[in-house]
């Protein structure tokens, strides 16, 4: 972002920190921007691995806050160079009430830019999603898309939307004038599904294979491909555009870009096998086991189970209308805008993203014996 003149100058900024993407993010900001003086992490949680941080040679700055409290984020940004927005509530199972998702991503993002203006920060990169685009209520197939393909984007889902909204906002956002007159420069990273270290959902399925007794049975068709990539290579592109953001002002600011790396196109169940297997799981069957419209009988049935429980408790099961919806809808990406515009090559090997993840799955059954 500067020359060595300005080494060990710059502070960031990472919002939600403490979650899955966010450690990946701050880890490899403190191993690979050399001119980095403070590292603020910004998390309604913060973790205890916070602390091992702090005795490197950056300042690392833990700061326990609400993306939807104004107060909150502006005195967080103030100050920061940088801004990495990863903060937000990731909820397709109806754990949380859709006025909460909507606070959360798109008021929670409007204070980070409101933010940034009001406090003189420049650069703002916000964490987006596929889902932005699809898969849409039709379940039309997104196939090695890229950043250009047409593609209905119609959503009804609270957690799309609210990510489209949020999207919106920050890309609207480029070019607006913050405190001191300089342009404010945004551009969102959309990834697919992210797999790696600390995935809440691997960890779920691994789970429960183990309750079924090493098994997990097929319910979608081994066909359909869904879009996944490692959380390094999500990470690193998001502090690659950190980096670039300043000299390439004008070609990437209010762009777009889709997160990819060499992860292979297969089956949501297909692609989770490839740690699982070799962590002693088995997925039954070649085909789906159960016809499509009796999971649409359940995934409806579950829905009726939460509404009836939620008095009593929080049923919140894998399957549900729009997960199975998003599981049988091929969604792929494939494009090179980030390599053009500027210079994403992902540091993580298909091979080298497997053997990581695999060796995480296999650290959680040790811990779990
Ligand atoms: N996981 C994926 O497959 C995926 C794919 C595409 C995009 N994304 C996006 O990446 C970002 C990170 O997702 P993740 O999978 O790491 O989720 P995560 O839940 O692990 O991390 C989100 C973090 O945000 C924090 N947070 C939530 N509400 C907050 C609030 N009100 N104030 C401050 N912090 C708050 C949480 O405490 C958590 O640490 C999200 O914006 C998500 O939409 C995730
Ligand atoms: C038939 C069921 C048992 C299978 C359920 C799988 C389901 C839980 C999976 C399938 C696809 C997954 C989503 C996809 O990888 C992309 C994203 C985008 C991201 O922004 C948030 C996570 C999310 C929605 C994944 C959630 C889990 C899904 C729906």
Redesign the pocket.
């Known amino acids: 972002m500067a020359d060595s003149a300005q080494a060990q100058k710059l502070v960031y900024l990472v ?8 450690e990946h993010v701050v880890r490899m900001l403190l191993q690979q921007e050399p001119q980095l003086r403070e590292l603020r992490i ?4 913060l973790g205890p691995w916070l602390e091992e941080l702090k005795t490197g040679p950056v300042q690392v700055t833990a700061i326990q ?4 409290q104004a107060h909150e984020v502006a005195a967080a940004v103030a100050g920061a160079h940088v801004v990495i927005h ?5 909820d397709v199972f109806g754990k949380t009430s859709p006025e909460t998702i909507h606070e ?2 798109v008021q ?1 993002t409007r204070n980070v830019i409101e933010a940034c203006v009001q406090t003189g920060t420049r650069f703002l990169v916000y ?5 932005v685009v699809g898969p849409n209520i039709k379940g039309q197939p997104f196939y090695r898309g890229n950043e250009n393909t047409p593609y209905e984007a119609v959503h009804r889902h609270p957690y799309p939307c609210s ?1 489209a909204l949020a999207e919106q906002l920050v890309l609207e956002a480029n070019g607006r004038k913050v405190l001191g007159g300089l342009p404010l420069v945004t551009c969102a990273l ?5 797999y790696g270290e600390g ?2 959902i691997m960890r779920d399925f691994y789970h429960q294979g183990l309750r079924l007794g090493g098994r997990l049975f097929r319910a979608i068709p081994a066909s359909v491909e869904h879009g996944r990539v490692y959380v390094g290579n999500v990470a690193w592109m998001h502090v690659l555009v950190a980096r670039e953001l300043e000299h390439r002002a004008a070609l990437m600011g209010g762009q777009v870009y889709f997160c990819y790396d060499n992860s292979p196109y297969k089956s949501y169940e297909d692609f989770n096998m490839e740690f699982l297997g070799p962590c002693g799981l088995r997925l039954v069957g070649t085909r789906p086991l159960l016809p499509y419209w009796l999971l649409v009988f359940l995934a409806a049935l579950n829905v009726l189970l939460q509404w009836l429980l939620r008095p009593l408790l929080l049923y919140a099961p894998l399957l549900n209308p729009y997960t199975l919806a998003m599981a049988n809808t091929t969604f792929t990406v494939s494009t090179d805008k980030a390599r053009r515009h500027f210079g994403y090559e992902p540091p993580f090997s298909w091979e080298e993203s497997r053997t990581r993840t695999i060796r995480w799955v296999q650290a959680m059954e040790g811990s779990a014996q």
């Open positions: 919002t939600g920190g403490c979650g899955f993407l966010g910004f998390d309604l949680h806050g609400d993306v939807t990863t903060a937000g509530l990731v959360v991503n929670g964490t987006s999603s596929m889902e990510k959309r990834p697919t599904g992210i995935h809440q």
